[in-house]
C-alpha cells in the first residue's frame, strides 16, 4: 500500500464521517453533542493503543474488517437512497430499486476508477475535498451565528445520554478503514490519530451547533435536520448555500464509498493473496448487496454494537510487522 500523511489519512475519514452527520435522520440536541463527543474520546483511546502494536491484522482481524467494511458501505448507499429526495438526486428520487441501483452503479465506476489509481491520488484529491466541505461548513456556520435564534440550543432530548451515547458510536462507520490504512502513514500514527479525532470533535460540534442553532425550532419535523439546516441557510443573496451542498455532498458520498471499496479491496488481498483481479468488482457487489438488505432501516443497535467490536479488534487484532 502507498504511504500517506497524516492530514491525508484525516481527510479521508473526516469525509467519510462528515457524510454519516449528512444523512443523519432524528432529532438532534445538546445531549446529541455530548454523546458524539463522548464516543470520539472512547474511540482516540482505542487508537492510541492501537498506535503502541504493530501495523499489521491478523488473519481473524483482517476477516472482521472487511465484514465491517461491507457492512458499512451498505449503510452508507442506504443513507445515500434514504436521503436522496431531500437532495433532489434524480432518477425516481432514488426511492424505486431501479433509481437505486442507478445511482449506485454510477458511484460504482468512479469507485473502480478511483481503486485503480491508488490510496495515494485519491488521498490527495481528499484534502481538497475536505477543505471544501470545512469551508461550505464554516459558511454556513457564520450564517447561523447571524442569522439564528440561539435559544434552539436549549431543545430538550427525552431519550437520554446513553442514547445519545449509542447514536454517535454508530457514527463511527470508518473505523475499519482507520485501522487498515493507519499502516500506510508516514510518521508517528498516533500524531495522525489525534490530528483525525481532534479534527473530527471540532467539525462534529461546529456541526450539530449549526443545525441546533438554524433548525431547531422545527426539530420535530425534520427528518433530515442537517439537510434542512443547509436548506434553510442563506448566507448570499444570489446563491443558496443548498445549492452548494449539493455539490459537497455527492462529491462525499462518491469518496465515502470509494473508501470503504479500497479498504474491502486491500484486505480481500490480506486474506486471499492469490486472489488478483476483480478484488474491487467483488467489495462492490458485496456492498450493494448489503445496502439492498438494510434499506429501509435505521439498525441503530446493530451499528452501535459493531463500532464498539472494530474499537476491540484495532489493538488486538494487530501484529508486529515482519523484519
Known amino acids: 500500500m502507498n504511504s500517506i500523511s497524516k492530514s491525508q489519512l484525516a ?3 473526516l469525509i467519510a464521517d462528515m457524510f454519516e452527520l449528512f444523512c443523519f435522520s432524528g432529532n438532534m440536541s445538546l445531549q446529541t453533542l455530548y454523546g458524539v463527543l463522548a464516543g470520539i474520546a472512547l474511540q482516540l483511546l482505542a487508537a492510541l493503543v492501537l498506535a503502541a502494536k ?3 491484522l491478523k488473519k ?8 465491517y467494511t461491507v457492512f458499512f ?4 448507499f442506504s443513507a445515500l437512497w434514504r436521503t436522496s429526495g431531500a437532495v433532489y438526486i434524480p432518477s425516481e428520487s432514488g426511492s424505486g430499486v431501479s433509481g437505486r441501483l442507478l445511482t449506485a452503479g454510477l458511484i460504482a465506476l468512479v469507485c473502480l476508477y478511483s481503486s485503480s489509481t491508488g490510496i495515494k491520488p485519491v488521498a ?8 471544501a466541505g ?3 461548513l464554516g459558511i454556513d456556520f457564520i450564517s447561523a451565528v447571524l442569522n439564528a435564534e440561539w435559544g434552539n440550543i436549549t431543545v430538550p432530548e427525552k431519550r437520554g445520554l446513553f442514547y445519545e451515547i449509542a447514536r454517535g458510536a454508530a457514527l463511527s462507520g470508518s473505523l475499519g478503514s482507520l485501522v487498515v490504512l493507519s499502516g500506510a502513514v508516514k510518521g508517528e500514527r498516533s500524531k495522525a490519530f489525534v490530528w483525525y479525532f481532534a479534527a473530527k470533535a471540532i467539525v462534529s460540534a461546529v456541526l450539530i451547533l449549526t443545525v441546533l ?3 431547531g425550532g422545527i426539530m420535530s419535523v425534520t427528518p433530515f435536520p442537517v439537510i434542512t439546516a443547509a436548506q434553510l441557510s442563506q448566507p448570499f443573496d444570489a ?3 443548498d445549492a452548494l451542498f449539493l455539490v459537497i455532498f455527492a462529491v462525499f458520498a462518491v469518496f465515502s464509498a470509494a473508501l470503504q471499496v479500497m479498504t474491502g479491496a486491500y484486505l480481500i488481498k490480506q486474506i486471499f493473496p492469490r486472489f488478483v483481479r476483480w478484488r474491487s468488482s467483488m467489495v462492490i457487489v458485496f456492498i450493494i448487496g448489503a445496502a439492498l438488505m438494510i434499506s429501509g432501516r435505521e439498525l441503530l443497535p446493530v451499528r452501535a454494537c459493531a463500532a464498539a467490536a472494530a474499537l476491540i479488534f484495532a489493538p488486538l487484532g494487530a501484529k508486529k510487522s515482519a523484519a
Open 11 to 13: 481527510a479521508l475519514l
Open 54 to 56: 504493530g501495523t499489521e
Open 60 to 67: 481473524c482481524a483482517a476477516v472482521f474488517y472487511l465484514a
Open 73 to 76: 458501505g451498505g449503510t452508507l
Open 124 to 131: 490527495r484529491a481528499a484534502v481538497i475535498a475536505a477543505a
Open 134 to 136: 470545512i469551508l461550505c
Open 213 to 215: 442553532a438554524v433548525s
Open 239 to 241: 446563491q443558496r448555500i
